[in-house]
């Protein structure tokens, strides 16, 4: 199995919503990773995990809640959630071999995304 | 942080012809430089990359050049087809062997005219 997968492909939620993004690999990777990305914009780093820990959180606001709960699955809690939040949300998946620097373990493979919605 | 430019924002090119997009990054720390291609509704897929102690990369029709002396990175897609249009982000990470998010360019919307 050399995908990642998410669901839901989309979301529609009101602000007062609590929903949840679900991302899944079975590749043996040990890093995992939360990207937003606008339309006509690249993609933005939001959480990294590694080893099941959050390792990166990039200044995110509070209404994004990461959860790692194993190290096939990747969680992205939603609450709270402004219209401006809505967005191509996107996870990858890397192997996590800190110390190699002469290796292929850095390369990241992304899902399809979920398209978020806030109304 | 990093900081990645990416040029052109958009390029057109015959069918058949060769396509060239290129990417300058800020942080001379970085050492892995990926290249994604995006289809409209689509996840962004891993094309080819190259590490800072390899100059060139090549892959059938597509190539990636890298000069770090210069901080720039180029990719290459020699005999366009119909089916390489999409958007193309490069993209430079720092700790190429650990966990480490990717700095992306805007990106290229690469438009191949039958």
């Known amino acids: 199995d050399t995908e990642v997968t998410q669901t839901p492909k989309h979301l529609v939620m009101g602000m007062t919503n609590k929903k949840s993004l679900k991302c899944e690999q079975h590749?043996?990777?040990?890093?995992m990773y939360w990207y937003k990305q606008k339309a006509k914009k690249p993609p933005e780093l939001m959480f990294v995990?590694?080893?099941?820990?959050?390792?990166i959180n990039e200044s995110v606001p509070s209404r994004f809640s990461p959860e790692c709960p194993n190290s096939s699955l990747l969680n992205l809690h939603l609450h709270a959630l402004q219209p401006e939040d809505s967005a191509l949300y996107l996870c990858?998946?890397?192997?996590?071999?800190?110390?190699?620097?002469?290796?292929?373990?850095?390369?990241?493979?992304f899902g399809p995304g979920t398209r978020l919605t806030v109304l | 942080g990093e900081n990645v430019e990416q040029h052109p924002s958009t390029l057109s090119v015959q069918e058949g012809d060769s396509a060239v997009i290129k990417c300058t990054y800020s942080?001379?720390?970085?050492?892995?430089f990926p290249w994604y291609k995006q289809e409209l509704g689509k996840g962004p897929q891993l094309i080819i990359d190259?590490?800072?102690?390899?100059g060139e990369k090549k892959d059938q029709r597509i190539a990636v050049t890298l000069n770090k002396t210069a901080k720039h990175f180029s990719l290459h897609i020699t005999e366009t087809q119909p089916e390489d249009s999409a958007v193309y982000f490069c993209?430079?990470?720092?700790?190429?062997?650990?966990?480490?998010?990717?700095?992306f360019g805007k990106g290229t919307h690469l438009i191949i005219q039958p």
């Open positions: 990858a998946s890397s192997q996590d071999e800190a110390g190699r620097a002469q290796s292929s373990y850095n390369e990241q493979f």
């Open positions: 942080d001379s720390a970085s050492n892995y």
């Open positions: 993209a430079a990470s720092i700790r190429g062997g650990g966990a480490d998010g990717l700095t």
């Open positions: 995990y590694s080893y099941e820990k959050l390792s």
């Open positions: 190259i590490r800072s102690n390899v």
């Open positions: 590749m043996g990777h040990r890093a």
